[in-house]
Nanobody, 117 residues
Framework: QVQLVESGGGLVQPGGSLRLSCAAS????????MGWYRQAPGKQRELVASIRSGGDTNVADSVKGRFTISRDNAKNTVYLQMNSLKPEDTAVYYC???????????WGQGTQVTVSS
């Protein structure tokens, strides 16, 4: 059974930082591309950052320079370090694990991030 469990969300003031974690089980983690997506109320889910099995990363322009994605294959965990948070970063953040061009595509339950003073 595949499980992706996100943690680290919460309420933070503008300019603050949070680190999200996503612990995976039931998959061969090291061969999966991992991603963080977010969905704000009334908006579509969007890709925030992704990291390939080989370590190449991609970060959305809206968070470039503020967010960093990383992975620890020994711990089956992917991280999203979020700095200089803005109110517009408020959303539910979801972890995704997939092998491109296959049906291996899994989602976590999401974790709420709220940026507000």
């Amino acid at each position: 059974q595949v499980q992706l469990v996100e943690s680290g969300g919460g309420l933070v003031q503008p300019g603050g930082s949070l680190r999200l974690s996503c612990a995976a089980s039931g998959i061969v983690f090291r061969i999966y591309a991992m991603g963080w997506y977010r969905q704000a109320p009334g908006k579509q889910r969007e890709l925030v950052a992704s990291i390939r099995s080989g370590g190449d990363t991609n970060v959305a322009d809206s968070v470039k320079g503020r967010f960093t994605i990383s992975r620890d294959n020994a711990k089956n965990t992917v991280y999203l370090q979020m700095n200089s948070l803005k109110p517009e970063d408020t959303a539910v953040y979801y972890c995704n694990a997939k092998i491109p061009t296959t049906r291996n595509d899994f989602w976590g339950q999401g974790t709420q991030v709220t940026v507000s003073s």
